[in-house]
């Protein structure tokens, strides 16, 4: 439901007493994605199920799990990001993933810190359509949830997705979102530090972004919540991924010749496995780059990063293609 101003509140039973249904029977949600006509929208009977959604995640471990590791990853970034914030370079260098025992633990940095109240900005990209799809309704459920527990205002989140009906669109404005009316493929400046929510987004959109924050002050500022970076650079060609997603790879061998080994600079800590929700947020991790690994890298690898030109078929709409609102 929504509050006096507007924005999103959830509305739901005492935690007690909604543990007997903490592993729902029969299939996942996303079992459940299929093709409802937008024609004549109930958005009452949308808003409805959302708050389902919302009501069934809060009561599941996963929520608890999802939740600590997002707070976890923006601690990194409120916390490096304000000291490094007067005294770090402009430009950027490669981002080498990390998930190996020695990073960080997913828990916040000091037990006292707290990220809730923070001036934090959300920004979400490619939610689909969550009228008819279950595993998109899900997907907007739990960001529902992070913006309530980090205490961001809906109005500061920022949601496009080309595909958004006028209904879809009316029930986030109604939510409070900002719902963004130019296709921006990702490339959005971070100006403070910001939780990127992109699941199961096209490699171009994660690529984008890095492109466009690709200096060590902006990346401090990101925490982002999409597919595994690790597992992107796994399954794709290594020339396809020096080729059109460099700013995403590991492949900077020539650059880190002298050292030892190979810098870790993106702290990712993928999702907790869950059965009911496997895939809805199979291959999901939460990202965040902290500032001291990104001082470590060699200062001529923020020099000039040129845009991204793709030479292979996308996975997302660019400007100008499709996506029209029905």
Same mark, same amino acid.
Request: glycine share 8%; charged share 25%; hydrophobic share 35%.
């Given at each position: 439901?929504?509050?006096?101003?507007?924005?999103?509140?959830?509305?739901?039973?005492?935690?007690?007493?909604?543990?007997?249904?903490?592993?729902?029977?029969?299939?996942?949600?996303?079992?459940?994605?299929?093709? +409802?006509?937008?024609? @004549?929208?109930?958005? &009452?009977?949308?808003?409805?199920?959302?708050?389902?959604?919302?009501?069934?995640?809060? /009561?599941?471990? $996963?929520?608890?799990?999802?939740?600590?590791?997002?707070?976890?990853?923006?601690?990194?970034?409120?916390?490096?990001?304000? #000291?490094? @914030?007067?005294?770090?370079?402009?430009?950027?260098?490669?981002?080498?993933?990390?998930?190996?025992?020695?990073?960080?633990?997913?828990?916040?940095?000091?037990?006292?810190?707290?990220?809730?109240?923070?001036?934090?900005?959300?920004?979400?990209?490619?939610?689909?359509?969550?009228?008819?799809?279950?595993?998109?309704?899900?997907?907007?459920?739990?960001?529902?949830?992070?913006? #309530?527990?980090?205490?961001?205002?809906?109005?500061?989140?920022?949601?496009?997705?080309?595909?958004?009906?006028?209904?879809?669109?009316?029930?986030?404005?109604?939510?409070?979102?900002?719902?963004? /009316?130019? !296709?921006?493929?990702?490339?959005?400046? @971070?100006?403070?530090?910001?939780?990127?929510?992109? %699941?199961?987004?096209?490699?171009?959109? *994660?690529?984008?972004?890095?492109?466009? !924050?690709?200096?060590?002050?902006?990346?401090?500022?990101?925490?982002?919540?999409? !597919?595994?970076?690790?597992?992107? #650079?796994?399954?794709?060609? /290594?020339?396809? +991924?020096?080729?059109?997603?460099?700013? %995403?790879?590991?492949?900077?061998?020539?650059?880190?010749?002298?050292?030892? &080994?190979?810098?870790?600079?993106?702290? #990712?800590?993928?999702?907790?496995?869950?059965?009911?929700?496997?895939?809805? $947020? !199979?291959?999901?991790?939460?990202?965040? $780059?902290?500032?001291?690994?990104?001082?470590?890298?060699?200062?001529?690898?923020?020099?000039?990063?040129?845009?991204?030109? *793709?030479?292979?078929?996308?996975?997302?709409?660019?400007?100008?293609?499709?996506?029209?609102?029905?």
């Amino acid at each position: 439901m929504t509050g006096n101003a507007g924005e999103w509140q959830t509305v739901r039973k005492r935690r007690g007493a909604g543990k007997a249904r903490r592993q729902p029977q029969g299939p996942g949600p996303s079992r459940q994605c299929g093709g +409802l006509q937008d024609e @004549a929208p109930d958005s &009452q009977g949308i808003k409805e199920r959302i708050q389902g959604a919302v009501d069934e995640l809060w /009561t599941a471990e $996963f929520w608890d799990a999802c939740k600590k590791l997002t707070r976890g990853c923006l601690m990194e970034s409120l916390v490096t990001g304000a #000291e490094e @914030a007067g005294d770090m370079g402009t430009s950027g260098g490669a981002v080498v993933t990390s998930t190996e025992p020695d990073c960080p633990s997913p828990d916040p940095p000091s037990p006292a810190a707290d990220c809730a109240g923070a001036a934090l900005d959300c920004v979400c990209y490619g939610l689909g359509r969550f009228s008819s799809c279950a595993s998109s309704r899900y997907q907007l459920a739990l960001l529902l949830l992070l913006l #309530e527990s980090l205490q961001i205002p809906a109005s500061r989140c920022y949601i496009y997705d080309p595909m958004f009906s006028n209904a879809e669109v009316g029930i986030l404005e109604d939510f409070g979102m900002t719902v963004l /009316t130019e !296709n921006e493929e990702g490339k959005r400046s @971070a100006h403070r530090p910001t939780l990127f929510y992109l %699941i199961h987004c096209g490699k171009a959109l *994660y690529n984008n972004l890095l492109w466009k !924050n690709w200096s060590a002050r902006s990346l401090s500022q990101l925490t982002v919540i999409g !597919n595994s970076f690790r597992g992107i #650079e796994e399954r794709l060609l /290594t020339r396809d +991924l020096q080729r059109d997603y460099k700013y %995403i790879s590991d492949e900077s061998q020539q650059v880190f010749n002298s050292r030892a &080994q190979m810098l870790g600079v993106v702290w #990712e800590v993928p999702f907790p496995d869950s059965p009911r929700y496997l895939e809805v $947020f !199979n291959d999901t991790s939460v990202h965040c $780059f902290p500032a001291e690994r990104l001082r470590a890298l060699p200062p001529e690898l923020w020099d000039s990063p040129a845009e991204p030109d *793709y030479q292979e078929d996308l996975e997302i709409i660019r400007v100008g293609e499709g996506g029209q609102r029905r």
